[in-house]
């Protein structure tokens, strides 16, 4: 058998794998056919999509990552024009904004005037967090092309990460006119009018989002009378969502349901069971009346503005889950948490993540002993003067950790939300344009009375942010 027929073969019962849903047997197949043409990135592509779609991210983008490195080196760094934007497409799909954004400049030098290689190249600088390089090229891309769409979403996305609320809604009802009803527009126009803080509007159009359906006959409830009824509160997105979100179960309860489910991460079950609600891991199959969304609940109970702030914390730590004992400290010093990166999967932690040459600097905050709550390092990999733990078995292990620290440090990561929830005196660095939730201005939150966020000055200026949180937590240390 030639080395081409394996190959077509291979891609022949790949695809037919992935047909009926066998992605061990199609993922199998995809690498054969990947050793068989190792230079082809439209077959890597092929077996990152398999991975993805299993759940991997990693593997997936590990994958692409590969495949560009060989479409750079030696004899394959000649790859067609058409082949280079669909590795950057997955790349950039990926959470690899670097190596898309070199191979969507590769597709403009070779066609200057392709407003669809301007747009790419604009959304990769605006996922690596430089949203000032991106506005010239989609505006290049806008003046060959004024009415399309896709590039008027990307306009409004870029304004958006430049802090420009004003001139994203500008552009997203630019977009409006032209392509009407779109759910990917619809979010956006959430994610910028929720940045400018909670409110009814935003509340509203952030049901554009894809909502999760749980696997029962269940109502969706939009705030029917619940008293006699049960309800299961489906669980979605990451795990800094469900903590954050969780303070409404509280006011769900309040509707007197004859039984309250909750879904949330496989690891947080017992975290929130011990926090008083019967809770399941996500995907779970239960027999309810009716089923609503996690984020959905603040709009259904129809809260506006009112994010609850007051009623911080609203969870608390097991008081009989065993943590690693904490290193001695001298007196007069401060033990504190430091996490400063988020989880490997998410694929915009590129802007979310420390810049690690930074962290001497952090950790030469006088009177603090550090204690690393990062996950999947070992204490061989950990920067000096960091004291490492064994990895915790859980959210519930996390919360009684916490609870026997001075304080948090963190980046924009799930951890930030459950000490949050706690009441956990805790300090925030965050990207210049953050994630909705935290807003564009001022050093506290709403949603988090204990939090301290410490804002960068500008895209990717992490130098700015340790600085002043240099400067806060030595402050608060001396008083």
Same mark, same amino acid.
Request: net charge positive; aromatic share 4%; glycine share 8%.
């Given at each position: 058998m030639t080395t081409l027929t394996s190959l077509l073969q291979c891609l022949q019962e790949g695809e037919a794998a992935l047909e009926r849903g066998d992605y061990a047997q199609a993922a199998t197949l995809f690498a054969k056919a990947w050793d068989a043409a190792p230079d082809d990135p439209d077959v890597a592509i092929m077996l990152a999509n398999v991975?993805?779609?299993?759940?991997?991210?990693?593997?997936?983008?590990?994958?692409?990552?590969?495949?560009?490195?060989?479409?750079?080196?030696?004899?394959?760094?000649?790859?067609?024009v058409q082949k280079r934007y669909a590795?950057?497409?997955?790349?950039l799909e990926a959470g690899a904004p670097a190596q898309a954004a070199d191979c969507f400049a590769a597709v403009v030098d070779a066609l200057p005037r392709d407003p669809a290689a301007l747009a790419a190249l604009?959304?990769?600088?605006?996922?690596?967090?430089?949203?000032e390089e991106a506005w010239p090229l989609v505006r290049r891309a806008l003046g060959l092309a004024p009415r399309h769409p896709a590039y008027l979403l990307t306009a409004a996305q870029v304004r958006h990460d430049l802090g420009d609320r004003r001139g994203a809604l500008q552009w997203l009802d630019a977009h409006d006119a032209?392509?009407?009803? =779109? #759910?990917?527009?619809?979010?956006?126009? +959430? /994610?910028?009018?929720l940045l400018g803080g909670a409110s009814i509007e935003g509340w509203a159009t952030f049901e554009s989002r894809p909502l999760p359906v749980p696997a029962s006959t269940a109502r969706e409830w939009h705030g029917e009378p619940l008293s006699g009824q049960s309800i299961l509160v489906t669980a979605e997105q990451g795990v800094g969502d469900q903590f954050q979100f969780w303070r409404f179960l509280f006011l769900l309860k309040e509707c007197a349901p004859s039984r309250l489910v909750?879904?949330? =991460? #496989?690891?947080?079950?017992?975290?929130? +069971? /011990?926090?008083?609600?019967?809770?399941?891991a996500r995907g779970s199959s239960e027999s309810t009346d009716w089923h609503v969304p996690l984020l959905s609940l603040p709009h259904r109970l129809q809260l506006g503005n009112e994010v609850l702030g007051s009623n911080v914390p609203y969870v608390r730590a097991p008081v009989d889950v065993t943590v690693p004992p904490l290193p001695h400290r001298e007196p007069g010093v401060r033990q504190l948490g430091l996490v400063w990166a988020g989880n490997p999967a998410f694929a915009a932690r590129v802007t979310r993540d420390l810049?690690?040459?930074?962290?001497?600097?952090?950790?030469?905050?006088?009177?603090?002993?550090w204690v690393s709550l990062q996950q999947g390092m070992s204490a061989e990999e950990l920067p000096k003067g960091l004291h490492a733990l064994p990895p915790l078995s859980g959210w519930s292990a996390t919360a009684t950790l916490l609870a026997q620290l001075d304080g948090?440090?963190?980046?924009d990561t799930?951890?930030?939300?459950?000490?949050?929830?706690?009441?956990?005196?805790?300090?925030?660095?965050?990207?210049?344009?953050?994630d909705w939730r935290w807003g564009l201005v001022g050093e506290r939150t709403p949603w988090y009375p204990s939090i301290t966020l410490v804002r960068s000055d500008g895209p990717r200026d992490w130098t700015s942010a340790v600085r002043k949180l240099r400067r806060f937590v030595q402050a608060e240390v001396a008083g």
């Open positions: 991975h993805r779609l299993v759940g991997d991210a990693v593997l997936a983008r590990t994958v692409l990552l590969d495949a560009f490195q060989r479409a750079n080196t030696g004899g394959a760094n000649r790859l067609s590795l950057g497409t997955g790349l604009a959304s990769a600088k605006r996922a690596l967090g430089i949203p032209v392509r009407p009803d =779109h #759910a990917p527009s619809r979010l956006q126009r +959430a /994610y910028t009018t909750v879904e949330c =991460h #496989a690891d947080a079950v017992t975290l929130l +069971a /011990y926090n008083g609600f019967e809770a399941r810049d690690l040459r930074l962290l001497p600097e952090l950790l030469a905050t006088p009177r603090i002993s948090l440090v963190t980046t799930g951890i930030a939300h459950l000490a949050g929830a706690m009441g956990i005196r805790s300090w925030v660095m965050l990207q210049y344009v953050p």
